[in-house]
């Protein structure tokens, strides 16, 4: 469509806060992409309607580092997520960016829990 962004490109916002690489379809984020923050977020993956949508990584500027599955924007389905400095490390489903269904948590001092997690 005219004026809309198709294919690959990239754009920055407004004092370099945001910059992604990736594919657009009709304006908005679609498909393979990688969107940095000034502040040092970075998320490497798939993209659908503007959103995180299907797989992808996602580094947080403190180091806390997600790997899984994303729908609308949200952890959602099955993922790991590794906290820096020997901090809690998550394997297990997701739902709505929640710890939600069966995982696995273990913290630094060696305790673990394998079950049944709801809204965290």
Known sequence: MDGQRNGRGMMTWPGGLL???????NDKRE???TLKS????????????DVRSGHG???WADGTIYRGEWDQ??????GIMVEPN?????EGNWAKGK???QGTMVWSQGH?????WLNN
């Open 86 to 90: 020997g901090g809690r490390t998550y």
């Open 57 to 59: 990584m996602m580094k």
């Open 31 to 33: 498909g393979l992409g």
């Open 38 to 49: 000034k502040h040092g977020d970075k998320y490497r993956g798939m993209w659908s309607d």
């Open 19 to 25: 910059h992604f690489e990736g594919f657009f379809k």
């Open 99 to 101: 710890l939600s269904g």
């Open 112 to 116: 673990k829990y394998t079950g049944e």
């Open 73 to 78: 924007d949200k952890r959602h389905g099955h």
